[in-house]
């Protein structure tokens, strides 16, 4: 008794130590989840106020990547410097050779590269460097401004009203606005010699266009082909700089619904979003893409984002994600993201907001007001890109003609826009689930129905343990033959694979009805509960023929192709890893267990049933069918949904014969990616912390619950199919 009572504790506290490891597991799994959906946040540090210094207009202002010295160019003509978090000032740095002019306009074209336009229709280059000092154990952050020689951009000396630049490989393209309509380009190309020091030649071009009411904005892509115009009337003008000799007006579009005027146009990192604000406060970003059925690249309206309460007047964009930030004449400064569409965070302001800077780690925001006061704040706002929306809806993403559900986690550039849609990835799993159970289920319940009710107990003794014994084989040993050694061979074969479930129990059929006809002396010899031998020839026959009139279906109706008829009659494609290889591969994996616990279901029954029914008169065919089958009804179900999880939660055969194409295609001959062997390939590469390291743990998280509900589902539908059949 007392080894009993100590064994009863023992196997209680092991249950409850089981409960409560996966409990942690899911505390775990939770704790990483949760940063994902934590909203952003800003603090306001300590400004810095810089009396009776305007900022020059444009992007006039910007920060080292420590938040440690900012710098803003006056329209003074004086680059002025701020230390954010030292208490020593820094002396200002006047441009060279400005004379008496100022500083009328300021554009951004590069991280580091400015260009200054005057008042007397010049334009000055700008690299704005840091120099970093580890010395004495301290960091040291100096400011290393390197200007250009100034460049005569108008004869008439006229001052310059705003400016868009880019660096293309051919060299800097500059566009100055002088007087409402008025546009001059200029062209920077160096000439390379065999001998000598390259030559630098500066070509000046006016640029006519035809233009309603003025231009209030210009942007220039980074690649210099597109030249982007904002009006007092609210639209928006792509003019075509591709050819140098030739530039033309592309396209105008509206805006502004009230035809107010446009304010502000920024590009985000990638220069393939455009970003528009008018003077109604509205912002909203804009694409150039081809519309869904084809053609000539359109500017199309993508996202409109919180509106401000007045007219937009700065504009910065994040130097690593799809971020930016607008402020308006109040000094409000709302922080957006591009992908998401997306306002998440407002700002408070104390003045105008005549400059923003979006420091270039995305930890901190500056602004700039008309009286010279650099109001700084940390952001705190690690994943911007996570959202319900973005994580399970449809995004229109960047040169994508249509919002789609797209997993991208990684890109070979740093304006790589990262797509972390989990919807292909549930998606892949239950497809994958779906064509195994399909392949398993009606084997293994099938064959457990046989090995209980007809087959031979000499013959089940062996059978039995053979397949239970399969439930063994590791999952990496039948991932690689199925994607090594079985999709060829089904590739080759698909054709018959189809004619198989029709040919098969014809040729069955016809093997029983031969044997009726064969000597009931004869038949009297094959002991009950062996057919089985006698069918294994009868099938490998069936298959030998399925195959056969396959291959005659595919040469005389499929043109002797059946990849390129399925491409041409169904408009489907073909990949040698698919859904099919998955669902024999992985229906292989599932068959054991179904089958195993099946078959103790269907032996389980009390056999005094069995007798009762036979004893009434019916065949052992039906006594199996309506009696055996409805009392093991609950443990079958079970069996079929225990499988179920198995599907859903295997990795490495889903990973090795399929695609691994996160695609959302339910066609049997395309891959698909699952949540399991999502994990298994990103996790790896997947930086601690990081947006894509707890969008894993949030597939992680996803798998758990689905298996939980499932399992949920079965336990009540079990207890009720119980309580159904308890009094047979």
């Given amino acids: 008794m007392l080894l009993d009572r100590w064994a009863t504790r023992l196997v209680a506290l092991g249950g409850v130590i089981i409960i409560a490891s996966i409990l942690a597991i899911l505390l775990v799994i939770v704790a990483e989840v949760y940063p994902l959906f934590k909203a952003p946040r800003a603090e306001r540090l300590a400004s810095y106020r810089m009396a009776g210094v305007a900022p020059a207009s444009g992007e006039a202002a910007g920060v080292d990547e420590y938040r440690e010295v900012a710098y803003l160019l006056g329209a003074d003509g004086v680059l002025h410097l701020a230390p954010l978090r030292a208490e020593q000032p820094l002396p200002p740095v006047p441009v060279p050779e400005l004379g008496d002019a100022r500083l009328t306009a300021v554009v951004q074209y590069e991280r580091t590269r400015h260009i200054l336009g005057t008042s007397d229709g010049r334009v000055i280059g700008l690299e704005m460097t840091f120099n970093v000092d580890f010395g004495q154990g301290r960091r040291a952050v100096s400011p290393a401004p390197g200007f250009g020689p100034p460049a005569r951009i108008d004869e008439q000396r006229r001052p310059v009203q705003g400016l868009a630049a880019a660096a293309p490989p051919d060299g800097l393209r500059v566009v100055a606005q002088f007087g409402p309509r008025d546009l001059v380009v200029q062209r920077v190309v160096e000439r390379k010699s065999l001998i000598g020091v390259p030559r630098r030649e500066e070509l000046l071009q006016p640029l006519p266009i035809d233009i309603e009411g003025e231009i209030t904005a210009l942007r220039m892509d980074g690649r210099g082909d597109d030249l982007f115009l904002g009006t007092s009337r609210g639209q928006l003008i792509r003019v075509d700089l591709r050819d140098p000799a030739a530039p033309a007006r592309a396209e105008t579009v509206s805006v502004s619904q009230s035809g107010a005027s446009v304010t502000v146009l920024g590009k985000l990192i990638g220069d393939r979003t455009l970003v528009v604000g008018d003077a109604d406060g509205k912002v909203s970003s804009w694409q150039l893409l081809p519309p869904p059925d084809g053609g000539t690249p359109r500017l199309t309206r993508i996202h409109d984002f919180v509106p401000h309460a007045g007219p937009v007047t700065a504009f910065a964009s994040s130097l690593r994600d799809k971020g930016f930030v607008t402020g308006d004449g109040a000094g409000t400064v709302r922080l957006h993201y591009g992908t998401s569409g997306r306002t998440l965070l407002t700002l408070p302001g104390a003045g105008d907001a005549s400059a923003l800077v979006f420091a270039p780690k995305a930890d901190g925001v500056l602004v700039a007001d008309r009286a010279g006061t650099l109001g700084h704040w940390s952001l705190d706002n690690p994943h911007p890109e996570a959202t319900l929306p973005t994580l399970f809806g449809k995004v229109w993403y960047e040169g994508y003609s249509a919002p789609a559900y797209v997993w991208q986690s990684t890109g070979g550039t740093d304006d790589f826009e990262a797509k972390f849609s989990l919807t292909p990835l549930v998606f892949g799993t239950l497809k994958g689930t779906f064509y195994a159970l399909i392949f398993a289920v009606p084997l293994a319940l099938l064959a457990a129905l046989y090995v209980s009710e007809f087959m031979h107990p000499n013959l089940k003794a062996y059978v039995k343990p053979v397949v239970e014994i399969m439930a063994a084989l590791p999952s990496v040993v039948l991932g690689f033959l199925a994607g090594l050694w079985l999709a060829p061979i089904v590739e080759r074969i698909v054709p018959g694979l189809f004619v198989l479930p029709l040919v098969l129990p014809l040729v069955i059929l016809t093997a029983l009805l031969l044997w009726r006809l064969v000597p009931a002396a004869l038949r009297r010899r094959v002991r009950a509960g062996v057919e089985?031998?006698?069918?294994?020839?009868?099938?490998?026959?069936?298959?030998?023929?399925?195959?056969?009139?396959?291959?005659?279906?595919?040469?005389?109706?499929?043109?002797?192709?059946?990849?390129?008829?399925?491409?041409?009659?169904?408009?489907?494609?073909?990949?040698?890893?698919?859904?099919?290889?998955?669902?024999?591969?992985?229906?292989?994996?599932?068959?054991?267990?179904?089958?195993?616990?099946?078959?103790?279901?269907?032996?389980?029954?009390?056999?005094?049933?069995?007798?009762?029914?036979?004893?009434?008169?019916?065949?052992?065919?039906?006594?199996?069918?309506?009696?055996?089958?409805?009392?093991?009804?609950?443990?079958?179900?079970?069996?079929?949904?225990?499988?179920?999880?198995?599907?859903?939660?295997?990795?490495?055969?889903?990973?090795?014969?399929?695609?691994?194409?996160?695609?959302?295609?339910?066609?049997?001959?395309?891959?698909?990616?699952?949540?399991?062997?999502?994990?298994?390939?990103?996790?790896?590469?997947?930086?601690?912390?990081?947006?894509l390291f707890r969008v894993l743990f949030l597939a992680a998280f996803l798998l758990f619950c689905l298996t939980f509900a499932i399992n949920t589902v079965a336990e009540l539908v079990r207890l009720r199919l119980r309580r159904k059949y308890r009094y047979l």
């Fill in 532 to 691: 089985v031998f006698l069918l294994v020839p009868v099938v490998v026959v069936g298959a030998w023929l399925a195959f056969e009139l396959g291959g005659l279906i595919e040469a005389r109706l499929m043109a002797g192709d059946y990849r390129g008829w399925l491409l041409s009659a169904l408009g489907l494609t073909y990949d040698q890893r698919n859904s099919l290889v998955v669902g024999v591969a992985m229906g292989f994996a599932v068959i054991p267990i179904i089958f195993t616990i099946a078959e103790d279901s269907l032996s389980n029954v009390p056999q005094h049933l069995r007798a009762g029914s036979l004893a009434l008169g019916a065949t052992r065919w039906q006594t199996a069918l309506r009696i055996v089958l409805p009392t093991a009804s609950p443990g079958i179900f079970s069996a079929i949904m225990i499988g179920f999880g198995r599907a859903v939660g295997e990795t490495m055969i889903v990973l090795m014969a399929t695609g691994n194409t996160p695609v959302m295609d339910g066609s049997i001959f395309s891959g698909f990616r699952a949540l399991s062997a999502n994990i298994a390939v990103e996790l790896p590469e997947a930086p601690e912390g990081g947006t």
